[in-house]
């Protein structure tokens, strides 16, 4: 299992970065991104601590830590240089808050997200058929996750990229210890969502390729 949407308490989750790792290493998790929440009020705050953390785990914990930022709330005109931004503070995956169903996320958000090249569009809500097939053309990623709340648009979110071939993930959004899942709960909520278990290790392995890419192998 690969979680590539985490936050600690540099945002609004509960853990610092080392216990997070830990927790997750003990879930069985080979690899986990911390992704805080970030607007331009605190990215440079909080990016290049995530990235001391995790350059500091590395080779010592039996899980590959990855230092990334998650771009929220931010008006769309706004989201593209922030994800620039966030990339050169040392974020090696930038993910963009996407227009979930339980937030008043502003209209246009997923699109901006998408047109920013960021790497993966967390619980992106009733996105469009014309937003799906842009981010298939970007390699953009949508997450089908296990949060509650966000989770409610899983089934649209599966069901519009499944149709047009445009790369999933599975993702956790955790905030507390016990938001993190092993792979056997993962693979429940990708079926919930409406995929086959073939389907659902694509999904998988589309969370490894993205690890492989941004360690460098």
């Given amino acids: 299992m690969i979680d590539l949407h985490t936050h600690t308490l540099l945002s609004d989750g509960e853990l610092l970065p080392f216990e997070l790792a830990r927790r997750a290493e003990a879930k069985g998790l080979r690899a986990i991104a911390i992704t805080d929440h970030v607007d331009s009020s605190n990215l440079d705050f909080v990016v290049p601590r995530v990235a001391d953390a995790a350059r500091k785990l590395k080779g010592v914990l039996g899980i590959d830590v990855i230092a990334g930022a998650e771009i929220t709330h931010a008006p769309p005109s706004l989201i593209a240089g922030l994800v ?80 047009q071939g445009a790369r999933l993930v599975i993702n956790t959004d955790s905030h507390s210890p016990s938001d993190l899942i092993d792979r056997a709960m993962a693979m429940k909520v990708l079926l919930g969502a409406g995929l086959s278990e073939a389907q659902a290790e694509e999904v998988f392995a589309t969370s490894e390729e993205i690890v492989r890419k941004v360690l460098g192998g």
């Fill in 84 to 163: 620039k931004d966030a990339r050169k503070l040392g974020a090696q995956i930038v993910l963009v808050h996407g227009e979930t169903l339980v937030e008043p996320v502003l209209p246009g958000t997923n699109r901006a997200a998408i047109e920013s090249g960021c790497d993966i569009l967390t619980h992106p809500g009733l996105i469009s058929p014309e937003e799906v097939a842009l981010a298939k053309e970007k390699g953009v990623a949508l997450e089908i996750t296990a949060r509650k709340g966000h989770s409610l648009s899983n089934g649209h979110v599966a069901a519009e990229a499944l149709g």
